[in-house]
């Protein structure tokens, strides 16, 4: 395995997340699931995740909204189970096929948000958009696509957006190793000592040159970056999932 490369992956992933709001998962997911293998690529973005929303909470915790961030969260771990008990009985190649399918129709529903979704009020859309989130987080490590839905729907502030997914990001990847982990989903047993320096040390590089980007790089360029970059990876992971389940 070649740590420049997990090194640069999580980088990318980090720095966008720290221009738009989002990126680490979007980015790093569906690529680290390809090269480290779905189970083991998607438990690494999670715990990548929390270090990393953990760290950027803390640069933005004055523009979160707490209020909405309570009752996202506390819904979460309903979507976790389910995805952690599906990793437990599907084949490589299904979860492959899965991950690739749930990604794109996630991403091109959060493309469409932006321009076609009414505004909503009910007080169950919240709710809602924290379960989807548990599930796809838990699943293929992206909580962002189902948020974005729901923050466009409510036509929700996008500097309050962007920083009150932190902590959503840190509670949401928390969640998702520890139901995997102890659902037996997943483990830490076959994963490399070097993977976590390299990717540590890609997320503290990612978040400090995306702290200078974010004074010349609005949040809107870097989130299209960071969609762009993510359609292709589960395109990747879909195509990996299916010529699985063909030759298999």
Same mark, same amino acid.
């Given at each position: ?13 980090a720095?966008?997340?720290r221009? &738009? ?6 980015? @790093? ?23 990393n ?43 492959f ?17 932006q321009?076609h979704i009414?505004?909503? $009020?009910n ?22 696509p ?8 409510t036509?929700?502030?996008?500097? &309050? ?18 139901? $995997?982990?102890?659902?037996?989903? @997943?483990?830490?047993g076959?994963t ?24 010349r ?6 989130? $299209? ?9 589960? @395109?990747?992971v ?7 389940l063909?030759s298999?």
């Open positions: 395995m070649d740590l420049a490369a997990i090194f640069s992956i999580v980088f990318l992933g720095c966008v997340q221009v &738009s709001g989002m990126g680490l998962g979007l980015v @790093a997911g569906p690529i680290l699931a390809v090269v480290l293998g779905p189970i083991e690529g998607i438990l690494v973005s999670n715990v990548l995740a929390v270090i929303a953990s760290l950027t909470t803390g640069l933005r915790r004055k523009d979160v909204d707490w209020g909405q961030f309570a009752i996202i969260s506390s819904v979460l771990v309903i979507g976790a189970v389910p995805a952690a008990w599906l990793l437990t009985v599907a084949d490589t190649p299904v979860v096929t899965l991950v690739g399918v749930l990604l794109l129709a996630a991403l091109c529903l959060s493309t469409l948000a321009a009414p505004p909503v $009020k007080k169950a859309a919240p709710l809602i958009a924290g379960i989807a989130a548990g599930f796809m987080n838990t699943l293929a490590a992206v909580s962002a189902a948020l974005t839905v729901y923050a466009q729907a036509r929700w502030e996008q500097r &309050s957006f962007s920083a009150t997914l932190q902590p959503i990001f840190l509670m949401a990847g928390i969640i998702s190793v520890v139901v $995997k982990v102890f659902g037996g989903a @997943a483990n830490f076959d490399g000592f070097w993977i976590w320096p390299a990717g540590i040390a890609g997320m503290i590089c990612g978040i400090l040159i995306g702290s200078v980007l974010s004074h790089i609005d949040s809107a360029t870097g989130r $299209k970056f960071a969609l762009t970059v993510a359609t292709v990876g589960a @395109a990747v879909l195509i990996r999932g299916i010529s699985g063909v298999g």
